[in-house]
């Protein structure tokens, strides 16, 4: 999802096993209903906020915005994407 990519020589964790159905619904804890994700889209995976479809295209739940800083100022950025 973020296409982050994070290498290093020591011991660190960075990604979580995120279940897409949960454990706790289909007490199914194999390969295909997981996914690596980093904490924070882990959060926003289990709160609804992000989801996947069938392709595993992921889908986010709210409308959203953040902030970018340029030597130009600051621009407010929107993103709107429902399912």
């Known amino acids: ?7 290093t020589s020591v011991n660190i964790q960075m990604v979580d096993g995120c279940h897409i159905i949960p454990f706790s619904v289909s007490n199914d804890d194999t390969i295909p209903n997981g ?3 980093s ?8 709160r609804g906020i992000i989801t ?5 295209d992921t889908i986010c739940n709210i409308c959203f915005f ?3 800083c340029s030597s130009f100022g600051v ?9």
């Not at 999802?1 to 290498?7: A, G, L, V």
């Not at 621009?75 to 399912?83: E, G, H």
């Open 1 to 7: 999802m973020s296409e982050m990519k994070i290498e």
């Open 35 to 37: 996914l690596s994700l």
């Open 39 to 46: 904490p924070n889209l882990h959060r926003a995976f289990d």
């Open 52 to 56: 996947i479809n069938e392709d595993y």
């Open 66 to 68: 953040y902030w970018v």
């Open 75 to 83: 621009q407010k950025l929107y993103t709107f994407i429902f399912f």
